[in-house]
């Protein structure tokens, strides 16, 4: 009986982070793309490109943080609450 949970939730977790190293690859394979088209010098108006960069980049941190069972935006959470206390304490607030 304990074993078949773990088994299942060992199987679901298998299962997320393999979404997650698709997510990554995608992520990198598609942005070195936009980062030669930033490159480019025939394109004029370019600075699109990093903001989409960036906020996937922040999704992704989201995503992996999701994945190793901390929700930002769960604050009850003592995971969550050492996060947000880092955050501030780096960023000076």
Same mark, same amino acid.
Request: aromatic share 16%; hydrophobic share 55%.
């Given at each position: 009986?304990? %074993?078949?949970?773990?088994? &299942?939730? +060992?199987?679901?977790?298998? &299962?997320?982070?393999?979404? #997650?190293?698709?997510?990554?690859?995608? #992520?990198?394979?598609? %942005?070195?793309? @936009?980062?030669?088209? #930033?490159?480019?010098?025939? +394109? %004029?108006?370019?600075?699109?490109? @990093?903001?989409?960069?960036? #906020?996937? /980049?922040? /999704? @992704?941190?989201?995503?992996?943080?999701? @994945?190793?069972?901390?929700?930002?935006?769960?604050?009850?959470?003592?995971? +969550? &609450?050492?996060?947000?206390?880092?955050?501030?304490?780096?960023?000076?607030?």
């Amino acid at each position: 009986m304990i %074993n078949d949970d773990l088994y &299942k939730k +060992t199987k679901v977790l298998l &299962k997320q982070l393999n979404y #997650f190293i698709i997510h990554v690859l995608v #992520f990198m394979l598609f %942005n070195a793309l @936009l980062v030669s088209a #930033f490159f480019n010098r025939s +394109t %004029n108006s370019r600075w699109w490109v @990093l903001s989409f960069v960036v #906020f996937w /980049a922040v /999704a @992704l941190i989201y995503h992996g943080m999701r @994945l190793n069972g901390v929700d930002p935006f769960n604050r009850k959470n003592k995971r +969550t &609450k050492l996060l947000w206390s880092l955050v501030l304490k780096l960023s000076g607030i």
